[in-house]
């Protein structure tokens, strides 16, 4: 039974997550798939300005928004150190605006947060009943600390709410690793000496899980259409599995057909992709070396089936090779 329709108000919608909702959603409206026939707004910062309070309040009381999807935020981890203001008013300021806007609305706030939250010293899998921001294992740098403002501020704000934290989130859109690393091992297939293929670094002393923005854009639009809102709380959602970003970027090489361990697919010579330690890349802040969510709680609570990161770059991997964003080896 179709239930009242929702007003869903969707901000960041430029970015990788609110494109990928855009493009599930309307993916599930040609597949007949979904339950209630719900009103989505999708804005950025053009149509809606999260900074800016009275903006936000009016937006919601204009279109009486029933639920905010908030995939709005400053995610550029190095540049965060430069500008933590700027990262703080989109990563937490502006959160608490469109709390306090769904509290006195009576709507609702699914907000995306990250595994950046915890600082990266465990060894095993994070869950949601872990402190996050506690003594050696306080967030790393300005994003961490921004993105877990941003929760706090929310869970303080009494509206109603859930919180997604995801991990290395890559897709058909925008600039992400599997899109960067495909380039690269792509460039690097005639380098070497004497037009023989070169090779890359990847660090091997980073381990988490990637997350198909699809498979959390999914996960997002089921709770919506199934009306799960009320189960309120801090979910961990990544796809399923756990690898380095080393064995993330063999894996991008061996599917596009350009790159491998040994610098070989069969007998054809391709990009040699070598492990490195972090220290040997320069950056400005610390990254996790451990972030691995567990996702026990949020199958449990919602019944949703999360797939195997592998399966899911291979989806990715065959979309941006079809529109042309990327080339294989098999679609030259």
């Known amino acids: 039974m179709m239930e009242k329709t929702k007003n869903i108000l969707v901000t960041g919608s430029n970015g990788q997550l609110g494109l990928s909702l855009k493009k599930v959603l309307g993916r599930n409206i040609e597949e007949g798939k979904r339950k209630n026939n719900d009103n989505f707004l999708f804005t950025d910062v053009n149509e809606l300005d999260i900074t800016d309070k009275d903006s936000v309040v ?8 029933d639920v905010v999807v908030n995939c709005a935020a400053y995610t550029n981890v190095e540049k965060a150190e430069e500008n933590e203001e700027r990262a703080d008013l989109l990563n937490n300021v502006a959160v608490g605006y469109l709390a306090s806007a769904c509290k006195d609305a009576g709507a609702f706030l699914i907000h995306i ?18 402190e996050p921001g506690g003594g050696s294992d306080a967030p790393c740098g300005v994003y961490g600390r921004t993105k877990l403002a941003g929760e706090k501020i929310i869970t303080a704000s009494d509206c109603k709410y859930l919180i997604f934290r ?15 690393i495909s380039n690269k091992i792509k460039e ?17 002393d980073q381990v988490g899980t990637p997350t198909f923005a699809e498979d959390l854009a999914d996960a997002i639009l089921t ?70 969510l567990d996702k026990t709680r949020v199958k449990d609570m919602f019944g949703i089936e999360i797939p195997y990161w592998r399966e899911s770059l291979k989806k990715c991997i065959s979309d941006l090779a079809e529109a042309d964003v990327i080339m294989t080896a098999y679609n030259k």
């Open 188 to 204: 690097n297939t005639t380098s070497g000496d004497n037009g023989m293929p070169g090779s890359i670094k990847v660090v091997f």
């Open 113 to 130: 947060s990250t595994d950046y939250v915890f600082g990266g010293k465990a060894n095993t899998p994070y869950t949601e009943d872990m």
């Open 58 to 65: 009016d937006f919601m009381a204009e279109h009486e928004i």
């Open 166 to 180: 995801t991990a290395w989130l890559y897709s058909d859109y925008g600039k992400n690793f599997v899109k960067t």
């Open 223 to 292: 709770v919506i259409d199934k009306r799960m809102l009320d189960r309120q709380g801090v979910y961990n959602f990544t796809d399923e599995g756990v690898c380095s970003w080393y064995d993330f970027a063999v894996e991008i090489g061996l599917l596009t057909g350009f790159g491998s361990t040994i610098g070989l697919i069969g007998k054809k010579k391709v990009c040699r992709i070598i492990p490195c330690r972090s220290d040997e890349f320069h950056s400005k802040v610390e990254r996790p070396s451990y972030s691995v």
